[in-house]
């Protein structure tokens, strides 16, 4: 049985000091459930948010991670770096990190294994741009990406890989993927999920929609078939609009 798991990315946003203020609003808001719950923050705030979450079943989320454990990689940072930290999950592939830092399938799947070998949960990122989807090839697209993403893994490793299906049209752009629309490529990623590694895998595997989930479109959007959860954005900035969501 999949449970919901809810992530927000903050992006390049907030200080040590703000990320403190935000946990301590939102400790007091958040009501333990079923629901999976994780902050995936900038690298500078991750050991304070480790220490405000600790003993609230709220997780800390990298945002990135190195596919090399120590190196000349001069701004990178290590598996063991964030594993010593405490952090538990990490994003990885999202589309900003392949639009404007040029990471591929290749790299990212390097970064997969390199997680999970650290016992790193990773979020995996997959979405087709406006023009794929215009083209009518995102289904192609996509599938192309999980199956290069996914390469070499396990059906164990597999198994604890969360997929985030975020459409790139719709992040921060305020437009959002309609809910059957988002429902159909999160049907497809289980259905290439399924073809890898079969059925019952592809059953357990949590998928996340993201791209301008809100409180406003959270609860018609998580209550499709196949979307198990959401990457949300911006609206994890702010404790009040992040825990509408969590308890939707």
């Known amino acids: 049985m999949r449970k919901p798991f809810i992530a927000g990315n903050w992006k390049m946003f907030k200080t040590v000091k703000e990320a403190k203020a935000f946990a301590a609003e939102f400790k007091k808001l958040y009501t333990p459930s079923d629901v999976k719950v994780a902050i995936a923050a900038p690298f500078t705030q991750l050991e304070s948010l480790v220490k405000a979450f600790k003993g609230t079943g709220i997780k800390v989320a990298a945002q990135n991670m190195h596919f090399e454990d120590e190196g000349a990689f001069t701004g990178e940072v290590s598996a063991p770096m964030l594993k010593e930290l405490g952090v538990e999950l990490c994003i990885i592939g999202h589309s900003e990190r392949r639009q404007y830092f040029k990471e591929t399938d290749a790299s990212v799947n390097k970064k997969l294994k390199k997680a999970l070998e650290y016992g790193i949960m990773p979020i995996l990122c997959v979405g087709e741009s406006l023009k794929t989807r215009e083209a009518k090839k995102q289904n192609e697209f996509v599938e192309k990406q999980i199956t290069a993403d996914f390469k070499g893994l396990s059906k164990e490793d597999a198994l604890k890989v969360t997929v985030a299906y975020e459409p790139i049209w719709a992040i921060g752009t305020g437009k959002t993927a309609t809910p059957k629309e988002a429902q159909a490529m999160c049907a497809h990623i289980r259905k290439v999920l399924k073809k890898l590694y079969g059925e019952e895998i592809s059953e357990e595997i949590v998928i996340q929609y993201g791209g301008s989930v809100k409180p ?28 509408e969501i969590v308890h939707f």
Do not use: M
């Open 216 to 243: 406003a479109n959270a609860e018609e959007l998580l209550n499709q078939e196949d979307i198990d959860g959401a990457l949300v954005g911006g609206a994890s900035l702010k404790a009040q609009d992040f825990i």
